[in-house]
């Protein structure tokens, strides 16, 4: 087979491979859009239950307590899938410089590189797209729940996309920003339940929002990754194909030179005949 034609082959294959990448590229573009959307809406959820939650503690502080000696046990939210740059060492970074007690992972691509740490408690797969994060909610909630995240200090660590950074998140206390805030009223809300009550309730339905949240927050991120980083391998196939294209042509000029140089000498052998 001439040099040309196995250039030729080589190219060929590239441009599957291309084909492939450009369609995850175009998968990973369509979840970010659909992310936003999810976003946008939860986030205005949380920031709802924070504002009831500041007007409630402003009038009853001391319902909201803080155990200082308690665990401090942390979520990791990494990548499921690969193709996505430094996504999960950079929370590796991230946790190795605090002091966690145990570690809730999630995503295998980020297990599998914590598979040998000691402070590592449970592992879980994460989210290929937005609409299997409720189902691992639910595992996680089971989780925690035997945990008993109510006796721990319990934070959340991921990518927050509209920060541009790793983000370290507390849930539980819940509410430490705005414990302490002025009151806004004069008198306190009215309420049909009682007050230690309705705080329980509050904090189960914060925590939710606030995991979906986090949650699309992280995916969303994780897919902005993966653009850049599939980005940047499309156009590395682009300029090798070039590359490759150009090195055929050389080839297939030499090869027609040597062709022409075979028949002129045999048509010289046929003359001196």
Request: charged letters at 20%; aromatic letters at 8%.
């Given at each position: 087979?001439?040099?040309?034609?196995?250039l030729?082959?080589?190219?060929?294959?590239m441009?599957?491979?291309?084909?492939?990448?450009?369609?995850?590229?175009?998968?990973a573009?369509m979840?970010?859009h659909?992310?936003q959307?999810?976003?946008?809406m939860?986030?205005?959820?949380?920031?709802?239950?924070e504002?009831?939650?500041?007007d409630?503690?402003?009038?009853?502080p001391?319902?909201?307590?803080?155990?200082?000696?308690?665990?401090?046990?942390?979520?990791?939210?990494?990548?499921?899938?690969?193709?996505?740059?430094?996504?999960?060492?950079s929370?590796?970074?991230?946790?190795c410089?605090?002091?966690?007690?145990?570690?809730?992972?999630i995503g295998?691509?980020?297990c599998?590189?914590?598979?040998?740490n000691?402070r590592?408690t449970t592992?879980l797969?994460?989210?290929?797209v937005?609409?299997?994060?409720?189902?691992?909610?639910?595992?996680l909630?089971?989780?925690?729940?035997?945990?008993?995240?109510?006796?721990?200090?319990?934070t959340?660590v991921?990518?927050?996309?509209?920060?541009?950074?790793i983000r370290?998140?507390?849930?539980?206390?819940?509410?430490?920003?705005?414990?302490?805030?002025?009151?806004?009223?004069?008198?306190?809300?009215?309420?049909?339940?009682e007050?230690?009550?309705?705080?329980?309730?509050?904090?189960?339905?914060y925590?939710?929002?606030?995991l979906?949240?986090?949650?699309?927050?992280?995916?969303?991120?994780?897919?902005?990754?993966?653009?850049?980083?599939?980005?940047g391998?499309i156009?590395?196939?682009?300029?090798?194909?070039?590359?490759?294209?150009?090195?055929?042509q050389i080839?297939?000029?030499?090869?027609?030179?040597?062709?022409?140089?075979?028949i002129?000498?045999?048509a010289?052998s046929?003359?001196?005949?």
């Open positions: 087979m001439s040099q040309s034609h196995e030729q082959l080589h190219i060929a294959q441009r599957e491979i291309r084909s492939i990448l450009n369609a995850m590229k175009n998968l573009l979840e970010v659909k992310l959307r999810f976003q946008t939860q986030g205005q959820v949380v920031t709802a239950i504002n009831a939650a500041s409630f503690l402003s009038f009853y001391d319902l909201l307590t803080d155990n200082v000696n308690a665990n401090n046990l942390c979520i990791v939210l990494g990548a499921e899938r690969g193709f996505c740059g430094d996504f999960n060492d929370l590796l970074a991230a946790i410089k605090e002091n966690y007690t145990g570690i809730i992972a295998n691509r980020l599998d590189k914590l598979v040998d000691k590592l592992t797969e994460g989210a290929n937005a609409e299997e994060i409720p189902v691992i909610l639910n595992h909630i089971d989780i925690l729940t035997a945990a008993k995240p109510n006796e721990a200090h319990l959340i991921y990518h927050d996309i509209e920060l541009n950074q370290q998140r507390q849930l539980f206390p819940p509410f430490a920003s705005v414990k302490s805030a002025t009151p806004r009223y004069g008198y306190p809300p009215v309420l049909n339940l007050p230690a009550v309705f705080l329980t309730d509050l904090i189960e339905q925590l939710l929002a606030v979906h949240e986090v949650f699309y927050l992280s995916l969303m991120a994780e897919n902005h990754s993966r653009l850049q980083h599939l980005d391998a156009k590395h196939l682009d300029d090798e194909m070039i590359n490759l294209h150009r090195k055929s080839y297939r000029q030499e090869e027609i030179t040597e062709e022409i140089e075979v002129l000498l045999n010289e046929e003359f001196m005949r």
